[in-house]
């Protein structure tokens, strides 16, 4: 397969849509599964000690069963649930927000039901480009604010009557 395919925003965003929509219907039906997601994509809310994510390697599993998948909610483009890290009485709990475009693989019962062979932009293309689109955004703005000012002067305007 060719890459260019693979990297193709439309292919990117079905594969997107239906992991979504087969994580919805796991979710709904209570079974439990587990993903295998890259974890460029995997953010964690309050953030994990270094301690812990030291030992993280580029794709990362998780089990969602019990209270973390009573707790697991497809939001926009975006798997979430409550999880804990850590044993005993060292446990840490998180919000965890997985990109449904990083979930390479979902399984039940480590039979894989969906294989994501899709390749997304990574996040830090993705943030480059918001970035400079928010900075074309900004110097559109400023010359639309000069422009208003230009005009504002009644010589000026008639340099366009």
Do not use: C, W
């Not at 039901?113 to 480009?129: C, G």
Request: proline share 4%; no cysteine; aromatic share 10%.
């Amino acid at each position: 397969m060719e890459d260019e395919f693979l990297s193709n925003d439309i292919f990117v965003s079905m594969m997107r849509v239906h992991g979504g929509e087969i994580l919805d219907l796991l979710i709904a039906e209570n079974i439990n599964f587990s993903i295998v997601a890259n974890l460029e994509g995997v953010f964690f809310e309050p953030p994990l000690p270094d301690k812990i994510t030291r030992n993280f390697r580029p794709m990362i599993r998780f089990d969602l069963a019990n209270y973390t998948l009573s707790s697991a909610k497809v939001y926009g483009k975006m798997l979430q649930f409550e999880t804990g890290f850590g044993s005993g009485h060292d446990i840490i709990g998180t919000l965890v927000s997985v990109r449904l475009e990083s979930i390479l693989q979902i399984s039940i019962q480590n039979e894989p039901i969906f294989l994501n062979h899709s390749i997304p932009k990574s996040f830090a293309e993705e943030l480059e480009e918001l970035q400079q689109e928010q900075k074309e955004e900004q110097k559109e703005e400023k010359l639309n604010k000069s422009l208003k000012a230009f005009m504002q002067n009644p010589e000026n305007k008639k340099l366009f009557d």
